[in-house]
Protein backbone atom coordinates (compact mmCIF):
# COMPACT_ATOMS: atom_id res chain seq x y z
CA UNK A 1 0.00 0.00 0.00
CA UNK A 2 1.40 3.70 -0.54
CA UNK A 3 2.03 5.24 2.74
CA UNK A 4 -0.97 7.44 2.95
CA UNK A 5 1.11 9.89 5.25
CA UNK A 6 2.81 11.12 2.09
CA UNK A 7 0.06 11.45 0.26
CA UNK A 8 -2.59 11.70 2.52
CA UNK A 9 -5.00 14.77 2.65
CA UNK A 10 -3.62 16.14 5.21
CA UNK A 11 -0.58 16.57 2.97
CA UNK A 12 -0.45 20.31 1.25
CA UNK A 13 0.36 19.82 -2.14
CA UNK A 14 0.03 22.72 -4.94
CA UNK A 15 -2.86 22.68 -6.66
CA UNK A 16 -2.26 23.92 -10.45
CA UNK A 17 -3.47 27.64 -9.19
CA UNK A 18 -0.70 27.50 -6.79
CA UNK A 19 2.47 26.86 -9.29
CA UNK A 20 0.89 28.93 -12.41
CA UNK A 21 -1.99 31.15 -11.14
CA UNK A 22 -4.31 29.80 -13.24
CA UNK A 23 -7.46 29.45 -12.47
CA UNK A 24 -8.57 25.32 -12.84
CA UNK A 25 -10.40 23.15 -13.99
CA UNK A 26 -7.88 24.20 -16.68
CA UNK A 27 -6.67 23.40 -20.39
CA UNK A 28 -3.68 22.38 -21.49
CA UNK A 29 -3.12 21.91 -25.24
CA UNK A 30 -0.82 21.48 -28.05
CA UNK A 31 0.49 19.49 -30.48
CA UNK A 32 1.76 15.49 -29.33
CA UNK A 33 4.96 17.04 -31.14
CA UNK A 34 6.96 20.18 -32.28
CA UNK A 35 7.53 19.55 -36.03
CA UNK A 36 8.52 22.98 -36.75
CA UNK A 37 8.41 27.10 -35.79
CA UNK A 38 5.71 27.97 -38.60
CA UNK A 39 3.42 25.04 -36.95
CA UNK A 40 4.20 25.62 -33.21
CA UNK A 41 3.45 29.70 -33.39
CA UNK A 42 -0.10 28.71 -35.40
CA UNK A 43 -0.83 26.75 -32.65
CA UNK A 44 0.06 28.60 -30.18
CA UNK A 45 -1.50 32.06 -31.88
CA UNK A 46 -4.76 29.82 -31.40
CA UNK A 47 -3.98 28.86 -27.80
CA UNK A 48 -3.67 32.54 -26.74
CA UNK A 49 -6.64 33.96 -29.12
CA UNK A 50 -8.37 31.24 -26.58
CA UNK A 51 -6.93 32.23 -23.51
CA UNK A 52 -5.13 29.03 -22.68
CA UNK A 53 -1.96 29.51 -20.55
CA UNK A 54 -0.28 25.93 -20.94
CA UNK A 55 0.88 24.44 -24.26
CA UNK A 56 1.73 21.15 -24.56
CA UNK A 57 4.34 19.51 -27.07
CA UNK A 58 6.91 16.86 -26.94
CA UNK A 59 10.40 16.96 -28.48
CA UNK A 60 11.59 14.13 -27.07
CA UNK A 61 8.77 11.30 -28.09
CA UNK A 62 8.38 7.86 -26.94
CA UNK A 63 7.24 6.01 -29.46
CA UNK A 64 6.55 2.51 -30.18
CA UNK A 65 8.45 1.97 -32.99
CA UNK A 66 11.85 2.89 -33.92
CA UNK A 67 10.93 3.82 -37.60
CA UNK A 68 8.22 6.46 -36.85
CA UNK A 69 8.91 10.36 -35.78
CA UNK A 70 11.16 10.36 -32.90
CA UNK A 71 10.38 14.32 -32.29
CA UNK A 72 13.18 17.07 -32.99
CA UNK A 73 15.02 16.44 -29.83
CA UNK A 74 17.40 19.31 -29.21
CA UNK A 75 16.88 20.54 -32.32
CA UNK A 76 14.06 21.56 -31.37
CA UNK A 77 14.43 23.67 -28.26
CA UNK A 78 15.05 27.03 -30.15
CA UNK A 79 10.99 26.36 -30.86
CA UNK A 80 9.78 26.29 -27.53
CA UNK A 81 12.38 28.95 -26.39
CA UNK A 82 10.31 31.55 -29.04
CA UNK A 83 7.20 30.37 -28.06
CA UNK A 84 7.67 31.07 -24.59
CA UNK A 85 9.21 34.51 -25.58
CA UNK A 86 6.94 35.50 -28.46
CA UNK A 87 3.53 34.65 -25.65
CA UNK A 88 4.17 33.78 -22.61
CA UNK A 89 2.92 30.39 -22.79
CA UNK A 90 3.62 28.29 -20.14
CA UNK A 91 5.49 24.60 -22.06
CA UNK A 92 4.69 21.20 -21.20
CA UNK A 93 7.01 19.06 -22.53
CA UNK A 94 8.37 15.33 -22.04
CA UNK A 95 12.00 14.22 -20.37
CA UNK A 96 12.66 11.06 -21.29
CA UNK A 97 15.89 10.45 -20.10
CA UNK A 98 17.52 11.30 -16.81
CA UNK A 99 20.34 12.99 -18.83
CA UNK A 100 17.98 15.35 -20.48
CA UNK A 101 16.41 16.45 -16.61
CA UNK A 102 18.76 19.69 -16.86
CA UNK A 103 17.41 20.54 -20.64
CA UNK A 104 13.33 20.41 -19.28
CA UNK A 105 14.48 22.69 -15.65
CA UNK A 106 16.02 25.35 -18.68
CA UNK A 107 13.26 25.30 -21.43
CA UNK A 108 10.08 24.28 -20.07
CA UNK A 109 7.12 25.22 -17.63
CA UNK A 110 6.53 21.58 -16.70
CA UNK A 111 8.65 18.05 -17.46
CA UNK A 112 6.35 15.68 -18.50
CA UNK A 113 7.21 11.90 -17.41
CA UNK A 114 5.34 9.67 -19.73
CA UNK A 115 3.02 6.49 -19.76
CA UNK A 116 6.13 4.45 -20.42
CA UNK A 117 8.23 5.90 -18.17
CA UNK A 118 5.98 6.20 -14.95
CA UNK A 119 8.09 2.82 -13.62
CA UNK A 120 11.89 4.70 -14.53
CA UNK A 121 12.89 5.64 -10.58
CA UNK A 122 15.81 7.14 -11.48
CA UNK A 123 14.00 9.26 -13.56
CA UNK A 124 11.61 9.78 -10.64
CA UNK A 125 14.20 10.40 -8.20
CA UNK A 126 15.66 12.51 -10.66
CA UNK A 127 13.01 15.53 -10.97
CA UNK A 128 11.80 15.04 -7.20
CA UNK A 129 15.57 16.13 -6.44
CA UNK A 130 14.41 20.29 -8.34
CA UNK A 131 11.59 21.72 -7.29
CA UNK A 132 9.97 22.21 -11.29
CA UNK A 133 6.26 21.57 -11.51
CA UNK A 134 5.94 17.72 -12.94
CA UNK A 135 2.88 16.49 -14.89
CA UNK A 136 3.11 12.64 -14.18
CA UNK A 137 1.11 10.18 -16.10
CA UNK A 138 -0.07 7.14 -15.17
CA UNK A 139 1.53 3.48 -16.76
CA UNK A 140 -0.85 2.29 -19.07
CA UNK A 141 -0.50 -0.85 -17.93
CA UNK A 142 -0.32 0.40 -13.76
CA UNK A 143 -2.55 -0.15 -11.26
CA UNK A 144 -3.31 3.29 -8.88
CA UNK A 145 -1.57 1.82 -6.55
CA UNK A 146 1.66 1.74 -8.64
CA UNK A 147 0.81 5.55 -9.55
CA UNK A 148 1.04 6.51 -6.42
CA UNK A 149 3.75 5.06 -5.49
CA UNK A 150 5.52 6.44 -8.44
CA UNK A 151 3.93 9.70 -7.13
CA UNK A 152 6.16 9.05 -4.01
CA UNK A 153 9.34 8.80 -5.68
CA UNK A 154 9.14 12.18 -6.37
CA UNK A 155 7.77 14.02 -3.09
CA UNK A 156 10.29 11.77 -1.16
CA UNK A 157 12.99 13.77 -2.86
CA UNK A 158 10.90 16.71 -1.97
CA UNK A 159 9.12 17.62 -4.91
CA UNK A 160 5.55 18.35 -4.69
CA UNK A 161 5.01 20.33 -7.25
CA UNK A 162 3.02 16.93 -9.17
CA UNK A 163 -0.14 16.92 -11.20
CA UNK A 164 -1.02 13.23 -11.55
CA UNK A 165 -2.09 12.81 -15.17
CA UNK A 166 -4.91 9.96 -16.00
CA UNK A 167 -4.26 8.96 -19.47
CA UNK A 168 -6.46 5.69 -19.81
CA UNK A 169 -5.02 2.31 -19.45
CA UNK A 170 -5.05 -0.93 -21.39
CA UNK A 171 -7.83 -3.16 -21.06
CA UNK A 172 -9.43 -5.34 -23.59
CA UNK A 173 -11.97 -2.78 -25.16
CA UNK A 174 -10.77 -1.36 -28.13
CA UNK A 175 -13.14 1.00 -29.15
CA UNK A 176 -11.33 3.64 -27.24
CA UNK A 177 -7.13 3.72 -27.16
CA UNK A 178 -6.94 3.29 -23.58
CA UNK A 179 -9.99 3.18 -20.97
CA UNK A 180 -10.18 6.70 -18.94
CA UNK A 181 -10.12 4.82 -15.12
CA UNK A 182 -12.77 7.25 -13.59
CA UNK A 183 -12.73 5.09 -10.49
CA UNK A 184 -8.99 5.34 -9.62
CA UNK A 185 -9.67 9.80 -10.72
CA UNK A 186 -12.36 9.84 -7.87
CA UNK A 187 -10.23 7.55 -5.23
CA UNK A 188 -7.18 10.48 -5.76
CA UNK A 189 -9.96 13.05 -5.12
CA UNK A 190 -10.78 11.60 -2.66
CA UNK A 191 -7.61 10.58 -0.67
CA UNK A 192 -4.96 12.98 -1.63
CA UNK A 193 -4.84 16.53 -2.00
CA UNK A 194 -2.77 16.33 -5.29
CA UNK A 195 -3.83 18.18 -8.43
CA UNK A 196 -5.31 15.43 -11.15
CA UNK A 197 -5.57 16.41 -15.02
CA UNK A 198 -7.44 13.70 -17.92
CA UNK A 199 -5.33 13.37 -21.26
CA UNK A 200 -8.32 13.02 -23.26
CA UNK A 201 -6.66 12.79 -26.67
CA UNK A 202 -4.30 9.63 -25.89
CA UNK A 203 -7.15 8.04 -24.01
CA UNK A 204 -10.17 8.41 -26.76
CA UNK A 205 -7.82 8.21 -29.64
CA UNK A 206 -9.64 8.90 -33.05
CA UNK A 207 -12.92 8.76 -31.33
CA UNK A 208 -12.58 12.88 -31.30
CA UNK A 209 -16.78 12.49 -31.70
CA UNK A 210 -17.33 11.49 -28.03
CA UNK A 211 -14.70 13.92 -26.68
CA UNK A 212 -17.33 16.79 -25.75
CA UNK A 213 -19.50 14.25 -23.34
CA UNK A 214 -16.27 13.06 -21.51
CA UNK A 215 -14.75 16.51 -21.40
CA UNK A 216 -18.28 17.25 -19.11
CA UNK A 217 -17.87 13.58 -17.26
CA UNK A 218 -14.48 14.85 -16.25
CA UNK A 219 -15.30 18.17 -15.06
CA UNK A 220 -17.93 16.77 -13.44
CA UNK A 221 -15.87 14.08 -11.84
CA UNK A 222 -13.68 17.08 -10.12
CA UNK A 223 -10.30 16.90 -12.60
CA UNK A 224 -8.29 19.93 -11.93
CA UNK A 225 -7.48 19.92 -15.68
CA UNK A 226 -7.74 18.39 -19.42
CA UNK A 227 -5.22 17.88 -21.81
CA UNK A 228 -5.45 17.87 -25.45
CA UNK A 229 -3.74 17.34 -28.29
CA UNK A 230 -3.71 20.11 -31.40
CA UNK A 231 -2.15 20.90 -34.75
CA UNK A 232 -2.84 23.11 -37.33
CA UNK A 233 -3.45 20.23 -39.72
CA UNK A 234 -3.47 16.61 -38.27
CA UNK A 235 -3.58 15.15 -41.44
CA UNK A 236 0.00 15.81 -41.86
CA UNK A 237 1.01 15.40 -38.54
CA UNK A 238 4.38 13.34 -38.14
CA UNK A 239 2.88 11.32 -34.90
CA UNK A 240 -1.06 10.92 -33.78
CA UNK A 241 -2.59 12.57 -36.89
CA UNK A 242 -5.83 11.00 -35.93
CA UNK A 243 -6.33 12.03 -32.60
CA UNK A 244 -5.50 15.48 -32.73
CA UNK A 245 -7.86 18.19 -32.90
CA UNK A 246 -7.84 20.56 -35.96
CA UNK A 247 -7.59 24.25 -34.68
CA UNK A 248 -11.25 24.42 -35.58
CA UNK A 249 -12.19 21.26 -33.84
CA UNK A 250 -10.55 23.11 -30.46
CA UNK A 251 -12.59 26.11 -31.02
CA UNK A 252 -15.95 24.13 -30.83
CA UNK A 253 -14.48 21.61 -28.06
CA UNK A 254 -13.95 24.87 -26.07
CA UNK A 255 -17.16 26.70 -27.04
CA UNK A 256 -19.06 23.48 -25.33
CA UNK A 257 -17.51 23.16 -22.63
CA UNK A 258 -16.14 27.26 -21.99
CA UNK A 259 -18.94 27.58 -19.01
CA UNK A 260 -17.67 24.34 -17.66
CA UNK A 261 -13.77 25.61 -18.03
CA UNK A 262 -11.79 28.13 -16.11
CA UNK A 263 -9.94 29.40 -19.15
CA UNK A 264 -8.63 32.75 -17.38
C1 LIG B 1 2.28 12.33 -24.87
O1 LIG B 1 1.55 12.95 -24.08
O2 LIG B 1 2.92 12.90 -25.76
C2 LIG B 1 2.38 10.86 -24.80
C3 LIG B 1 3.28 10.20 -25.50
O3 LIG B 1 1.47 10.30 -24.00
P1 LIG B 1 1.53 8.96 -23.12
O4 LIG B 1 2.86 8.99 -22.40
O5 LIG B 1 0.35 9.10 -22.21
O6 LIG B 1 1.41 7.81 -24.08
MN1 LIG C 1 0.52 12.08 -28.87
Redesign the pocket.
Known sequence: MYNDKLLSKTQEFPCIKDMFGINTPCVIAGP??FENYEQADMIAQNLVRNRINLM?G?LF??RTSQYNFQGLGHDGLEIINCIRKKYGLRIVT?ILDVRDVEIGLTHSDVI?I????MFNTPLLKEVGRTQHPVLL??G?MATLTEFMFAVEYIINEGNKNIIM?E?GVRTFENSVR?LIDISSIAIIKQETSLPVIV?L??SLGNRKDILQPIAKAMVALGVDGL?V?VHNNPKEALS?SEQQLSLKEFDIFLSSTEKLLNIT
Do not use: I
Not at 114 to 117: D, F, Q
Open positions: CARGKPEQGSRNKRMCRNDSHMED
